[in-house]
């Protein structure tokens, strides 16, 4: 993943959907040969020359503060996902090519045996482990009965981006299937900024990226998201449809995990589903010995 590229292509993406009236500034009409703000208007609001803007936006971050991140946020209103993406692709860009970092896979991860003994001991919900990659790293085993549609049979490690965009049950298993690419796709947008030496991540998208044309389309608007809280409405074959919250939390101890928690409203149906799932995930613990 090229950085310079990737802040062109961002910034770009961004200008595109304002208008002058979004930012405070008098459209005074006339055609415009591309949608949204020209440059020199980012570069108005955001307080710095159009030279030093449109320098930016091809890709030339090297000495680029702080508080010239945060004018161009302001100036084309990112929001607070998008202002750290903007920022990690930044950093990198500067940083400079890393060819080692480049060619050395990322290792693969794995909870600590503290945090394996702390998921299974939370039995009455559904928890699960993931990295930057969307790699299930590791669940409980209510948290694999809810998921077992994504997780069963598939190659280890499973992968929900190529469940949602490749495996043809996913439709049927997120009831806003439509929603959940979108997310995916944002939320492995900003991985890609955190992380773009990342090979294992790079392979992932080149991949979906040639197997998937919404996945192509979606990943060419640059959106970015942080995957920290929601509501997943799926349907389960086993037990029916299931409307369930859930709470995301970076492992401390695990340093790249984010740890899911999913609960359902209490005295709902939801939650009456949820627990005859678990029931049955007991059951067939107690029948396995």
Do not use: C
């Not at 409203?265 to 939650?271: F, G, H, K, L, V």
Request: aromatic share 6%; glycine share 6%.
């Amino acid at each position: 993943m090229e950085t310079p590229d990737a802040i062109s292509e961002f910034l770009t993406t961004r200008r595109a959907r304002l208008v002058p009236e979004d930012v405070g500034l008098p459209d005074f009409g006339g055609r415009r040969r591309v949608p949204g703000l020209r440059r020199e208007e980012v570069a108005l609001v955001a307080g710095m020359s159009p030279e030093y803007y449109k320098r930016l936006e091809r890709g030339q971050a090297k000495g680029v503060s702080d508080a010239v991140i945060d004018g161009v946020s302001r100036a084309l209103r990112l929001d607070e996902a998008e202002h750290a993406h903007l920022h990690d692709l930044i950093r990198a860009a500067a940083a400079g090519a890393r060819p080692r970092q480049r060619e050395r896979p990322a290792q693969a991860v794995q909870v600590t045996a503290a945090t394996r003994q702390t998921i299974d001991a939370m039995s009455t919900v559904p928890v699960y482990v993931q990295n930057g990659r969307l790699d299930a790293v590791a669940t409980n085993a209510l948290g694999r009965a809810l998921f077992s549609e994504m997780l069963d049979d598939a190659p280890a490690p499973a992968n929900a981006a190529r469940f949602v965009f490749l495996e043809p049950r996913a439709q049927g298993f997120y009831r806003d299937w439509g929603a959940q690419t979108r997310q995916v796709v944002a939320v492995l947008r900003a991985e890609a900024g955190r992380s773009p030496y990342d090979r294992r991540l790079s392979d992932l998208v080149g991949e979906l990226s040639t197997r998937s044309d919404l996945f192509r389309k979606l990943w060419a608007a640059h959106d970015v998201r942080e995957h920290r809280a929601g509501l997943k409405t799926i349907h389960h074959p086993i037990v029916g449809d299931l409307d369930l919250t859930y709470q995301a939390m970076d492992l401390a101890s695990d340093r790249g995990l984010q740890m899911i928690v999913f609960s359902a409203e209490p005295a709902s149906a939801s939650r009456e589903r949820l627990q005859l799932l678990a029931n049955l995930t007991q059951t067939a613990a107690e029948a396995r010995g």
